[in-house]
């Protein structure tokens, strides 16, 4: 009996050379693609937070006052569909607990700053739904509590529900490079913690420092920023 030599087809080494090195490509260009989508969105959070400090700031240079101090009477006066106003007091009173309720002095704020056209919005908005979204589609807060809010003083934008590779992006992106440790949510412009609750309202005191490990750091973040 003779064997009969099967006719047998199959990739030789070449091709399947040629098939590794194209599914690498493939593959390193969806990294690249998810590594760029996530920096733009931790740029659009830096922006967000820019826009509400220059909205903040061009409303105290134009009126001389601090939006939402003002009362009531005074930004009726200038013809806005304003609902509610400050006590004239020349602070911002929001505490930390109310930066994502927009309770306090708050909603004023933000009224004032819609009503002048510092920035967009329903101008006699009031309540959670008032507050602005970011691009990552956290809340925005302000809050100046007179305890400090993360362990310094002044008025602070927050931003909430923002995950461990966002934050460290925001970070290093207002406060520039990171120590050895990765630690940097406790010192310097931007601050903030991780929790289970979302949104996470900030603190008076400084937060303790977290290495922002986005292995093992899986609780949304909320960053807050001085003006």
Not at 38 to 51: C, F, L, T
Not at 106 to 120: F, H, I, K, N, V
Not at 209 to 216: F, K, M, S
Request: hydrophobic share 40%; proline share 5%; charged share 10%.
């Amino acid at each position: 009996m003779q064997n009969k030599r099967l006719n047998q087809s199959g990739f030789t080494l070449v091709e399947i050379a040629i098939v590794m090195v194209i599914i690498g490509l493939l593959l390193g260009g969806v990294l690249k693609g998810q590594e760029m989508i996530e920096n733009a969105r931790i740029k659009s959070i830096v922006n967000d937070m820019n826009g509400v400090a220059a909205a903040y700031n061009s409303y105290v240079d134009r009126y001389r006052a601090i939006p939402g101090d003002e009362t009531l009477a005074t930004m009726t006066a200038r013809g806005w569909p304003n609902t509610v106003g400050g006590n004239a007091n020349g602070v911002l009173l929001t505490t930390v607990a109310q930066t994502f309720t927009n309770a306090g002095e708050q909603p004023a704020m933000w009224q004032a700053l819609r009503a002048s056209g510092m920035t967009t919005g329903a101008p006699n908005a009031v309540g959670v739904a008032a507050l602005p979204r970011a691009g990552t589609g956290g809340l925005i807060g302000v809050t100046s509590d007179p305890l400090g809010v993360y362990g310094q003083t002044g008025i602070s934008v927050c931003v909430s529900g923002i995950t461990t590779k966002q934050a460290l992006g925001l970070d290093t992106t207002i406060d520039g490079t990171l120590p050895a440790t990765n630690i940097g949510n406790n010192a310097s412009i931007a601050r903030g913690a991780t929790g289970a609750a979302n949104p996470l309202a900030p603190t008076t005191a400084a937060p303790v420092g977290t290495a922002y490990n986005t292995t093992t750091v899986l609780t949304p973040w909320t960053m807050c920023r001085t003006l």
